[in-house]
């Protein structure tokens, strides 16, 4: 059963930055596209950044220009990186992955085709 585990969450003051990691088990992550969501408290799972198999990536407007995602394929993990963080960007930030099949522009930042899900790691910022 292929598995996913983020790590990197912290507390952090606003304008500071954190790195997230996702460590991919029992399959490569340049064969699946792959996704960072967020889930703040009373609030829906959005979905942050996306990177397909291809290394396209799209990203939430809200996040444009301050994450990056990345895939790191010699030690089979995705990577974000935050910068320049807000206190609404305070979350539990979860990694998805799925094999495709679906349109990805469509729908890369949904939660609907995302298979594997890992447990989260959170992320708070203070103003």
């Known amino acids: 059963q292929a598995q996913l585990v983020e790590s990197g969450g912290d507390s952090v003051e606003a304008g500071g930055a954190l790195r997230l990691s996702c460590s991919a088990s029992?399959?490569?992550?340049?064969?699946?596209?792959m996704a960072w969501f967020r889930q703040a408290p009373g609030n829906e799972r959005e979905g942050v950044a996306a990177i397909a198999r291809s290394g396209a990536a799209t990203y939430a407007e809200s996040v444009q220009g301050r994450f990056t995602v990345s895939k790191d394929n010699a030690k089979n993990t995705l990577n974000l990186e935050l910068n320049s963080l807000k206190p609404e960007d305070t979350a539990m930030y979860y990694c998805?992955?799925?094999?495709?099949?679906?349109?990805?522009?469509?729908?890369?930042?949904?939660?609907?085709?995302?298979?594997?899900w890992g447990q989260g790691t959170q992320v708070n910022v203070s103003s």
């Open positions: 029992e399959y490569s992550v340049s064969n699946y596209h």
């Open positions: 998805a992955a799925d094999v495709g099949g679906w349109d990805w522009r469509t729908w890369a930042l949904s939660t609907k085709w995302y298979k594997v």
